[in-house]
């Protein structure tokens, strides 16, 4: 590579590293090529993956008896695709000492508000290879599990999360089950907190529309931006260990807007295309604050405060939050419960 | 299928009506059968019908211009498939003079915030037969678009509805709808208030686990019933001309809890099976109220609260309610993406 991208430069040049979002093998290795240092899955990836190269999964697939049905059929086929890309990413883990380099593998959507049945899935899917990150819900219940995690020595990852008050949540949740394990002599593993900045900006979209607030889509497009970069901003005000990780990018701006930051980003490969084509300049803009005049418009819509606001949530309302909801139905149903019958005779048993 | 104990009770001796939950023209004979006198249909709905009987449908399909655009094709899929669920209950629609013998067809689930949007589907909607019922969300656009159809005299079911707030601001908007139409000449149309209680109750459950809530698996059960019988009482208490339309049922239980007042169940076939079990007496418990205690450890759940209270919730947080964008994203990727996914293949 005689000169570099601008996703090369940003790893190379600047403290902001990026991982790889998608779970198809040859997508993947062209991410790692580019400088991702890590393999972010879900279930709606999995899936993807195993409609899109059928053939490539096709021997694993075959491997996993009928009588595995619904749920563990689901976990099985989560740990074929999850191990791959570990597989993929153990180079980079053992470069960078375990800071980076991991695959995460999901937990079951549908147990998001049930403790103890997300742990026992979480030691599970951290056994599935030494460099494999837990990512689960950041709900009043997932918050719990992160704490054990931490505790534990399990590198985790904290999705469905899309407020300032979420990202403080787990970076004090993981930052508890540090301590516990420094006290124990447990050698301790990375959180990532994810802003899913996109899917704010599109359930703003609808609320600003439904309830008639005149909001240019300049101003919906800053919203998720205005979230990650006030949680950063707290997340080095205290120092938190917790690194944060924005996800499901929309546009390019999402990215240069971030550029510079200690934060990890998560990319798809139409994301990554996307920037590649646009070759934006190389510029640190993490520092640059999203317009007051922006903000204070924003501020009329009372789910944008509840985002952006440090206090905007209480943690009993992350589970009850629209893009919450939204989110974890939609992962439900464009993932878990396609993975759970697939390759099988065995029918849903869901509810329409 | 055989005579159903409970519906022939339920359509003969009580002044509650049922509807068919579903989209496959076999299960609609059976329905009809069993006294339904119309049909509801979602998205999800149509694209199981559409996956479960793909042989009967492709003729049906076939000459659907593939030069169309995607929303376009869809609308085409969704008419044919609502049209025959249409003419099925027709003759009930003619002989009720247009009390009952609807078909519902929704608008888009990927708008509930475009009042003009869905307002211009409905209409499009409404023009498939004489007898279909529109379904819009109960989000404050959604709401707009049903006024604005109730003035135009067209019928609407309004769903994605889970909570008394939402039953009472359909009622009242289609009161205002009414109230233009009539100043204007036209027609009136019915309007059907969507409670999903299963769904509430489904929703319930997951954020009383979440917030470690002191109720128990009966508690929960009965979070829709509760909301459906205190919305009950309210729109005979304030002669609401909507009429109630409780949905998504998870048991017989809420058939036989909510039986016995001036209301329509949509009941899905699973549900039809499972009452097909009781075999009675059979009592009108629609009146019979949850019990006090049951009411007051759910409401130390505040999610419950904006359900079930009167003004628990304005119209401009319906749209952000958990529930109402667990249903809609449902709606978006098993109802509406599976149905463009037929429309690819045309």
Known sequence: ?352 | MSEIKFLKWLTRETPTRWWHDSAIPDEIRNGLANGATGVTTNPPLVAASLAAIPDYWDPVLKDIPSNLDMSAKVEAILERVTRQAAGLVEPIFHTSGGAQGYACAQVNPRRPGDAEGMFAMAKRLHAWAPNIAVKLPATAAGLDALEECSALGITVTATVSFTLPQALAIAERHRKGLARAKRAGVKPGHCFAVVMVGRIDDYIRDVAEDCRANVSKTDIIQCGTAIMKRAAALFRERRYEAELLPAGMRGAYHATDLAGTDMTLSIHPKIQEMIAKLDGPFEKRCDVPVDAAVIKRLSAIPEFVRAYEPDGMKPVEFIACGVVQRTLAQFVESGWVPIEAVAARL
């Open chain 1, 1 to 352: 590579m005689a000169q570099s991208n601008y996703l090369q430069w940003l790893a190379v040049e600047t403290p902001t590293q990026w991982w790889h979002d998608s779970a198809i093998p040859e997508e993947i290795e062209a991410g790692l090529a580019n400088g991702a240092l890590g393999v972010t899955t879900n279930p709606v990836l999995t899936y993807k993956t195993l409609q899109a190269r059928p053939e490539f999964w096709r021997d694993g697939v075959a491997a996993l008896p009928q009588s595995l049905i619904l749920e563990g059929r689901a976990e099985a086929l989560l740990k074929l695709v999850a191990t791959y890309a570990a597989k993929a990413a153990e180079p980079v883990f053992k470069k960078t000492g375990g800071r980076h380099g991991y695959a995460l593998g999901q937990l079951n959507p549908t147990l998001a508000t049930d403790v103890s049945a997300m742990l026992e899935m979480a030691r599970r899917v951290a056994s599935w290879a030494p460099n494999m990150a837990v990512k689960l819900p950041t709900t009043q219940a997932g918050l719990e599990v992160m704490e054990e995690l931490a505790a534990a020595g399990i590198a985790l990852c904290a999705t469905i999360n899309f407020s300032v008050s979420q990202a403080i949540a787990v970076s004090e949740s993981y930052r508890r089950g540090l301590k516990r394990a420094h006290k124990n002599g447990i050698p301790v593993r990375p959180c990532f907190a994810v802003q899913q900045i996109g899917r704010l900006d599109d359930y703003l979209r609808d609320c600003a529309k439904d309830v008639k607030l005149a909001l240019t889509e300049a101003e919906i497009a800053q919203s998720g931006l205005a979230v990650a970069k006030r949680s950063y901003e707290i997340a080095e005000r205290e120092g938190y260990e917790a690194v944060i990780m924005p996800a499901g990018l929309r546009g390019v701006h999402h990215l240069t807007e971030l550029a510079g930051a200690k934060m990890t980003f998560s990319l798809h490969p139409r994301v990554q295309r996307m920037i590649l084509d646009a070759d934006p300049k190389r510029e640190t803009r993490i520092d640059a604050p999203v317009e007051k005049r922006v903000i204070d418009r924003l501020m009329r819509l009372p789910e944008f405060a509840h985002a952006y606001e440090p206090d905007g949530l209480a943690p009993h309302e992350f589970f009850t939050f629209g893009a919450t909801q939204k989110t974890l139905s939609q992962f439900a149903e464009t993932g878990w419960a396609p993975l759970e019958v697939y390759g099988s005779d065995q029918a849903s048993s869901r509810w329409t």
